[in-house]
């Protein structure tokens, strides 16, 4: 492999790259573009074109395409060649600033959850020049967002940058009542971890269920699973090395911060972290690194499995959002520093995330709700569904004083008096992790651990971004009115946080226990996404979005309706593959394989007058009860599909799909499952799970 230093970010159109290609005075309106938000002239988004097309053909590039994120949960690229004809049977290489500013993909194919009709096909792509350009596969892509000809947003992008926009404008203000009137911004950024499993590609192209769905319909528990925990930071197998090695090779070539590599707890499993980076551009980043792992797999001989849960009985794979908030300065707005006017502005901004996750926990849910990550929610392996907070025990106690107006003995502080006397200084990882937690503080950072693997990270961050810059508008209105801003932080920040404890939970978040006591404290415990969903269009969270121009009540409606009908439609496939898997593999191995033991038992008996029960009777007696119970359940996945046609549509289709189609899925595995254990490994049509799990070796 090259030298780091030498590959990273070689196929991005960066900020080093601009400042050698583009005339100084092009370079510096581009800048005020990309840092103020000023709209971009059009002769400077020619000569940018002209030396983006230059660079992109340098580096083996013949095509462009806008890269957009549409509803689809994936991304979408359409391919135009540079190629010009000239009148005399030639061509020149050519890509204009119109080109590279607004391309029109069709419209009409993408999700829109009602904003567009199957005729009416025009959309709109528009460049987001705060994330580089890059080339991939001898493409340029140029990161954009997604409108209809309406102008309504039909993609995660657009709201996200909104969202951005948003937390800065009310951060900015706040920043101004500390005296700092050199910030023009405020970005937030993340870090997306990432879970995933490789298994050769071999045995997944004998599952249709995974195929079709991505996760395994069928399937009785290994022997081993990961009751040893020995695979979780184990030695990295050869096979599995070689796949990272490349597999960080493409992503640092992409400019992507690919830092930390290593096994998960269950077997199979493993986990790619990246360095902080602004939001749009994490999220971006994000979108790669999944194209990217499943393309290196597939050259590895393995597919890379990003379903949320695919396997039963083991620990499904998770998406950590390391969320933080920092100046145009780089100060991180999460840090308490060492001085009083440090503790008194990381305080404010503790507060307005602490009452922003209460007051929205509902949108937070949801923004990491589907029926993938219904499988994770709630088991020993991923947060439960009730959001909460865990701030370590010594910021807790920290946050105890402040609402009793005691003294704080625990650091330096001697009172409680805000913006007056010194906090005790936080160290990076100033308390131990908290892994049951929904959300946590760990150290400069909050860590929001619900996301699912395939989950897009754009839409737990345009409701983080949003909701802490409701929080934050609140506290400026009140603040900037106030006679004496001293006492009057004081005062809101002890109010704030009293009002908000609920939220605040240092323990043990899989008890039992817990979700008894958060219910209690009124919190929500919102289990599947059927159950999340109607929050969604509450007059507080229209209020929220519109009130930020992040959504509007339209844009909202079409998302609503959107998740809805993807919610439906993945239960209703893994229903349909399950019903082809049952009827055209299951039952006729079973039934296959009962006629052998029958035909086996009925010769021993023949042999000798004096058997009077063989194994293969008594075997053969089990799987004939099963069998015909397998055969029933099928029926009733069937008969549960048909009556989905009688229901309503809209929140009551996702209701019934939980409650009928799901369910009876459910007993029909547990059927099958069973049979799997009785049925001869010859005759069973599927790879076990052992096979699967250990089959990279």
Not at 414 to 427: A, R
Not at 493 to 506: C, E, V
Not at 670 to 677: F, G, I, R, S, V
């Amino acid at each position: 492999m090259s030298k780091v230093t030498e590959i990273f970010g070689s196929m991005v159109f960066n900020d080093a790259v601009m400042k050698e290609r583009l005339p100084k005075e092009t370079y510096k309106a581009l800048h005020k573009t990309i840092e103020n938000g000023k709209s971009l002239d059009p002769n400077i988004a020619n000569i940018v074109a002209n030396a983006m097309k230059d660079w992109a053909i340098e580096k083996g590039a013949t095509h462009y395409t806008h890269w957009f994120e549409p509803m689809t949960g994936i991304t979408a690229e359409k391919h135009d060649s540079f190629i010009s004809a000239e009148k005399n049977g030639s061509i020149i290489m050519e890509f204009s600033g119109k080109e590279l500013v607004r391309g029109e993909p069709d419209a009409s194919s993408f999700p829109s959850g009602g904003l567009r009709a199957t005729f009416e096909a025009r959309g709109y792509t528009a460049w987001d020049p705060t994330s580089y350009a890059f080339v991939k596969d001898g493409v340029l892509c140029i990161p954009t967002a997604f409108c209809s000809y309406g102008g309504e947003a039909l993609d995660k992008k657009t709201p996200l940058l909104r969202s951005m926009e948003a937390i800065s404008k009310q951060a900015v203000r706040i920043l101004r009542l500390f005296g700092n009137d050199t910030v023009k911004t405020v970005k937030t950024t993340v870090g997306p971890e990432q879970e995933y499993f490789l298994i050769d590609r071999e045995v997944y192209e004998q599952r249709e269920d995974l195929i079709y769905t991505g996760r395994t319909l069928f399937g009785a528990k290994s022997p081993k699973g990961q009751e040893l925990d020995d695979h979780y930071f184990g030695v990295i197998k050869d096979r599995v090395k070689n796949f990272m090695t490349e597999l960080n090779d493409e992503l640092w070539r992409l400019g992507i911060l690919a830092k930390t590599e290593h096994n998960e707890v269950a077997p199979a499993q493993h986990e790619l972290a990246p360095i902080f980076t602004t939001t749009n551009m994490a999220v971006d980043n994000n979108y790669l690194t999944m194209e990217i792992m499943q393309k290196v797999a597939k050259r590895h001989g393995m597919v890379c499995l990003l379903h949320e849960k695919p396997f039963a009985g083991i620990n499904g794979s998770g998406k950590h959002n390391n969320w933080s908030i920092s100046t145009d300065a780089g100060v991180n707005l999460l840090d308490p520093g060492e001085t009083p006017y440090d503790n008194a502005q990381f305080l404010v901004f503790l507060t307005a995330v602490i009452k922003a996750v209460d007051d929205y926990q509902d949108l937070l849910r949801i923004s990491v709700a589907s029926a993938g990550n219904d499988h994770r929610l709630g088991a020993n392996e991923a947060p439960p569904a009730v959001v909460s907070i865990f701030l370590g025990d010594e910021l807790d106690a920290v946050v105890k004083a402040v609402v009793a107006g005691k003294t704080y003995t625990g650091g330096k502080a001697e009172k409680m008096e805000i913006g007056v006397h010194v906090l005790p200084k936080f160290p990076r990882d100033n308390t131990d992790r908290n892994r049951t937690s929904p959300f946590a503080f760990t150290g400069n950072k909050f860590e929001f651990r619900m996301l699912g693997s395939t989950a897009s990270v754009a839409d737990p961050n345009i409701v983080l971004n949003t909701a802490v810059a409701e929080s934050l508008r609140q506290f400026a209105d009140q603040l900037e009115s106030a006679p004496d801003f001293g006492k009057a932080l004081n005062a809101l920040i002890r109010k704030t946080l009293k009002a908000h404890q609920r939220i605040i939970f240092n323990g043990n978040g899989y008890d039992d226990a817990w979700i008894a006591e958060a219910e209690k404290r009124g919190l929500l415990n919102l289990k599947s996404t059927p159950d999340a969903l109607p929050y969604y269009l509450k007059e507080k969270n229209v209020e929220l979005f519109t009130s930020h121009g992040v959504f509007t009540r339209a844009e909202m409606e079409s998302r609503y309706e959107i998740m809805i009908e993807n919610y439906c439609k993945v239960i209703g496939i893994e229903a349909n593959t399950m019903l082809q898997m049952a009827k055209r593999d299951i039952l006729p191995a079973v039934s296959a394989y009962s006629a052998e033991l029958v035909d086996t038992a009925l010769s021993k008996k023949a042999l000798s007058d004096k058997i009077d029960t063989t194994y293969e009777e008594e075997c053969a007696a089990k799987i004939s009860k099963l069998t015909a119970r397998l055969y029933a359940k099928t029926a009733a996945l069937e008969k549960a599909m048909a009556g989905k046609d009688k229901v309503t549509p809209g929140i009551k289709v996702a209701v019934y799909y939980k409650d009928k189609v799901f369910a009876a899925m459910n007993q029909l595995r547990m059927t099958a499952d069973e049979l799997e254990t009785l049925t001869g490994s010859d005759y069973w049509p599927l790879p076990s799970y052992g096979k699967i799990l250990f089959s990279v070796k």
